[in-house]
């Protein structure tokens, strides 16, 4: 079974400064990876997806993420963090088997300081 | 185009009560995902279906059941409420074709307080 580690669960960042969110995944196979928002009292939005091809990802609000197999990770990054980005973020491996199932990480709450 | 749509919003049940949470999609999306969100835990999948008529346990699925009799809605029904089951509830939907790049949509939330 597919598992997920985010090992910071709360991080705090200055406004301008650059972000890193680290994500860590156990998967037999090739994953399918992911990275979702989510504000206060709101759903999950998908900032990227990984399925194949080029290991550097980009997505929506300026982020991206790297897809590194030897070290099993999908690391979020930001070159330079909003104040609206505050939020949880959480990264998810994707199974293609007994219904395209997604386990998620904890999540990471971001607090982006003025 | 609603996506997928979850009522109520917020719920206080008490223990023993009973009470279903509603989930519709308008995608035609054949998988449907009920997942509950405790703080520091990140979502754990409670029940799927990939199609109509089609159901199965996730990780965490005692005290809860579904039907998909429709491929629009899959409700989840709490039987005997306990305080263990106060939490956020999501509901998600995605593509037969979601390999190729469709991941989920989710839903709003159902915020259920059991007291």
């Known amino acids: 079974a597919q598992s997920v580690t985010q090992p910071d669960i709360h991080i705090t960042v200055s406004e301008g400064a650059s972000l890193e969110l680290r994500c860590n995944y156990s998967?037999?196979?090739?994953?399918?990876l992911f990275w979702y928002v989510q504000s206060p009292g709101q759903g999950l939005q998908l900032l990227l997806k990984?399925?194949?091809?080029?290991?550097l990802v980009q997505g929506i609000k300026g982020f991206e993420a790297e897809f590194k197999r030897s070290q099993s990770s999908f690391n979020l990054r930001k070159p330079s963090v909003h104040w609206s980005d505050a939020a949880e973020y959480f990264c998810?491996?994707?199974?293609?088997?007994?219904?395209?199932?997604?386990?998620f990480g904890g999540g990471t709450r971001l607090m982006v300081k003025p | 185009n609603a996506g997928v749509t979850q009522t109520p919003k917020f719920r206080i049940l008490k223990i023993g009560q009973s009470m279903t949470l509603q989930c519709t999609q308008d995608?035609?999306?054949?998988?449907m995902y009920w997942y509950r969100q405790d703080p520091g835990m990140g979502l754990k999948l409670i029940y799927y279906?990939?199609?109509?008529?089609i159901t199965d346990k996730g990780e965490v699925p005692n005290g809860y059941n579904v039907s998909r009799s429709t491929t629009e809605d899959f409700p989840l029904r709490l039987e005997l409420a306990a305080p263990s089951q106060t939490s956020v509830y999501f509901c998600?939907?995605?593509?037969?074709?979601w390999g190729a790049g469709y991941g989920y949509t989710f839903g709003s939330g159902t915020r259920l307080t059991v007291v």
């Open positions: 998600a939907s995605s593509s037969i074709l």
């Open positions: 998967y037999g196979a090739t994953p399918y």
């Open positions: 990984y399925f194949s091809g080029d290991t």
């Open positions: 998810a491996v994707g199974a293609t088997d007994a219904g395209n199932m997604l386990t």
């Open positions: 995608m035609n999306h054949n998988y």
């Open positions: 279906s990939v199609g109509a008529g």
